[in-house]
């Protein structure tokens, strides 16, 4: 199982350009999550989903948009990129709920000029 | 929503010794108290977990202690080895999970 994967690795934007993130996971988990890291801030919730279909917004969701049409595979879209969004994104999931143990993709690096 | 505080933000202890951080939490309804290990570069990685109906859990070298009264938990690291050196955020979960800011820890040898 290759567990929790992202595309791309890292990615260099400029302002006002949109790019989408893609997480694929292949542990049948039903709930998939885009965070985001920062130096000194932890990790921040940008949106949710607890199932195919259904998309939930987080602490963060200002700016950013997501998509689950496929149970393995969660999106995260930027329409209008900003410097502020530069950041590590993991994309996570977990099995049931988000009070058991969240599975982290390897992490993109954004920056964005 | 939920605030985590986590404390201290960088732990530098001797190969051998404990270290020791402690995080508080805002929302007392909050029923799930997870500690992740991010080492540089890498995934965050569960380590050890604690449920609002326990007080303690032990993992070998890893102990968890949660006080629910207080609304603070703390991550007990006995004998710590070089390895052990990373980055650890604690979290609480209630309607999300919020993250607290995390610790660096570093182990001399």
């Known amino acids: 199982n290759a567990g929790v994967t992202q595309t791309p690795k890292f990615r260099v934007l400029k302002t006002g350009q949109s790019m989408t993130l893609l997480c694929a996971q292949d542990?049948?988990?039903?709930?998939m999550y885009w965070y985001r890291q920062d130096p000194g801030m932890g990790l921040r919730l940008i949106h949710y989903s607890v199932g195919e279909g259904t998309t939930a917004k987080g602490e963060v969701p200002d700016g950013y948009n997501v998509s689950r049409l496929k149970k393995q595979n969660f999106l995260l879209g930027l329409e209008s990129a900003a410097p502020s969004q530069t950041s590590v994104y993991f994309c996570a999931s977990t099995l049931a709920g988000q009070a058991y143990e969240q599975y982290f993709g390897p992490g993109t690096r954004l920056t964005v000029t | 929503g939920e605030n985590v505080e986590q404390h201290p933000s960088t732990l530098s202890v001797q190969e051998g010794d404990s270290a020791v951080i402690k995080c508080t939490y805002s929302d007392s309804a909050s029923n799930y108290f997870p500690w992740y290990k991010q080492e540089l570069g890498k995934r965050p990685q569960l380590i050890i977990d604690?449920?609002?109906?326990?007080g303690e859990k032990k993992d070998q070298r890893i102990a968890v202690t949660l006080n629910k009264t207080a609304k603070h938990f703390s991550l007990h690291i006995t004998e710590t080895q070089p390895e052990d050196s990373a980055v650890y955020f604690c979290?609480?979960?209630?309607?999300?999970?919020?993250f607290g800011a995390g610790t660096r820890l570093t182990v001399k040898p």
């Open positions: 979290a609480a979960f209630y309607n999300d999970m919020r």
């Open positions: 604690i449920r609002s109906n326990v």
């Open positions: 542990m049948n988990h039903e709930y």
